[in-house]
């Protein structure tokens, strides 16, 4: 009886390692390839992730944040957001959910993190392992530098860690499209 149970827990435990390595469809890896290869991206975000904080908790309670929301996952859903990848230009419109830890300043125009430019030290690598693409880069606006790190997953999702030199990190989960070329506007995969 206790070799059966034993035999049972191993198999248990071989499928439920084994899933972790499952490939993914080689179409949409292919598709992931081509537009990291023509730096031509877009991602929409559809979940915000702030550190929870006491703050970010009231919050949840007072009804602010969308249905199905928490403190620490915001849904996005009707908020517009981009993170675009244009040759080597980025451009980035994604709302902001978290504290300031030191102020700066107030002519601020909105709370959002914003940024259209060349970004600095842009380092990208694909780790054939997890058959992912990983992308650290820094940026300046006009009060603060952000480390970005996008990580771009074969089946078409993501996800964006900012880092601020001012405001609490954050991450945001969402899906990778492709950028038409006439107007910069994204086009499903489909």
């Not at 849904?75 to 080597?88: E, P, T, V, Y």
Request: aromatic letters at 8%; one cysteine or more.
């Amino acid at each position: 009886m206790k070799t059966l149970f034993l035999i049972f827990t191993s198999c248990l435990l071989i499928s439920c390692g084994s899933s972790q390595n499952m490939e993914v469809s080689t179409n949409e890896s292919k598709v992931l390839d081509e537009l990291v290869a023509q730096k031509r991206l877009e991602i929409i975000s559809d979940w915000a992730s702030p550190i929870a904080s006491a703050s970010l908790n009231e919050l949840t309670n007072s009804v602010l944040f969308p249905p199905g929301s928490t403190a620490s996952n915001i849904s996005l859903s009707g908020n517009l957001n981009h993170f675009r990848m244009i040759g080597d230009s980025i451009s980035i419109y994604l709302p902001y959910y978290g504290e300031r830890q030191i102020s700066a300043g107030f002519n601020n125009k909105s709370n959002n993190i914003e940024f259209d430019g060349v970004p600095e030290h842009v380092k990208v690598t694909y780790n054939e392992k997890k058959q992912r693409y990983l992308m650290n880069f820094k940026i300046r606006n006009a009060t603060e530098w952000l480390r970005v790190s996008v990580t771009l997953y074969p089946n078409l999702r993501s996800d964006i860690i900012i880092h601020s030199n001012y405001r609490t990190s954050i991450r945001y989960r969402g899906n990778v499209l492709k950028l038409e070329e006439k107007n910069n506007t994204a086009v499903s995969n489909n």
